[in-house]
Nanobody
Framework: QVQLVESGGGLVQAGNSLRLSCAAS????????MGWFRQAPGKEREFVAA????????DYADSVKGRFTISRDNAKNTVYLRMNSLKPEDTAVYYC?????????????????????WGQGTQVTVSS
């Protein structure tokens, strides 16, 4: 089993930044692909960003491209999501996800069912 714990969420004004962290524990060799998804009230969970083991494969949703940056520190078993220029529409619960497979393509990165492990989520609220 893998446990994923997100942190770093909060309430910010539009235009500001936040950095989310997701720390993995347990069978961390099962975290070869890691991603971030989000779910706003009344909406379906949507893909935000994903990163492969080496960091060489990265993908972003069009809505966050150029504003968000995903990175990982394998020595710390942690993945990060730096969110700049936040907008009210970024308000959501952000979830960290992981899978043991080495995904590299957009299709698998963006599919929620590609991921076996999920965190509990952290709330991000952006006020206008």
């Amino acid at each position: 089993q893998v446990q994923l714990v997100e942190s770093g969420g909060g309430l910010v004004q539009a235009g500001n930044s936040l950095r989310l962290s997701c720390a993995a524990s347990g069978r961390t060799f099962s975290t070869n692909t890691m991603g971030w998804f989000r779910q706003a009230p009344g909406k379906e969970r949507e893909f935000v960003a994903a990163i492969g083991w080496s960091g060489g494969s990265i993908d972003y949703a069009d809505s966050v491209k150029g504003r968000f940056t995903i990175s990982r520190d394998n020595a710390k078993n942690t993945v990060y999501l730096r969110m700049n220029s936040l907008k009210p529409e970024d308000t959501a619960v952000y979830y960290c996800a992981a899978d043991r497979e080495y995904y590299t393509g957009r299709y698998m990165f963006r599919l929620a069912t590609s991921y076996d492990y999920w965190g509990q989520g952290t709330q991000v609220t952006v006020s206008s």
